[in-house]
């Protein structure tokens, strides 16, 4: 089984930045694509950015286009998400995700993971 560890969260004024790091363990060269998905209190998870392992592809919710990045490391298998201008709803907890299964998906959707972290704290203040 795929392990996933989540760290970088934090309290941050609006504005500023964190970059969130995902440390993955176990057989990672079946992953296919690691995601970010952030849930906020009262409501439901929702996506926010993926790569693929190949890193032949980069996705993100509109609602952080442009303000995070997305990028992975393979030599230390990990991937980050810089987080930049932050806002207060940006605020949630963050999780890591990984997809191990072959067929095709929609990254966006969090069935479509097998994997998860234990998620990360990311508050913003006004």
């Known amino acids: 089984q795929v392990q996933l560890v989540e760290s970088g969260g934090g309290l941050v004024q609006a504005g500023g930045s964190l970059r969130l790091s995902c440390a993955a363990s176990?057989?990672?060269?079946?992953?296919?694509?690691m995601g970010w998905f952030r849930q906020a209190p009262g409501k439901e998870r929702e996506f926010v950015a993926a790569?693929?392992?190949?890193?032949?592809?980069?996705y993100y919710a509109d609602s952080v286009k442009g303000r995070f990045t997305i990028s992975r490391d393979n030599a230390e298998n990990t991937v980050y998400l810089q987080m930049n201008s932050l806002k207060p709803e940006d605020t949630a907890v963050y999780y890591c995700?990984?997809?191990?299964?072959?067929?095709?998906?929609?990254?966006?959707?969090?069935?479509?993971?097998?994997?998860w972290g234990q998620g990360t704290q990311v508050t913003v203040s006004s």
């Open positions: 995700a990984a997809r191990t299964r072959s067929g095709s998906y929609i990254v966006h959707f969090a069935y479509v993971y097998d994997y």
């Open positions: 790569i693929s392992w190949s890193a032949t592809g980069t």
């Open positions: 176990g057989p990672t060269f079946s992953t296919r694509i």
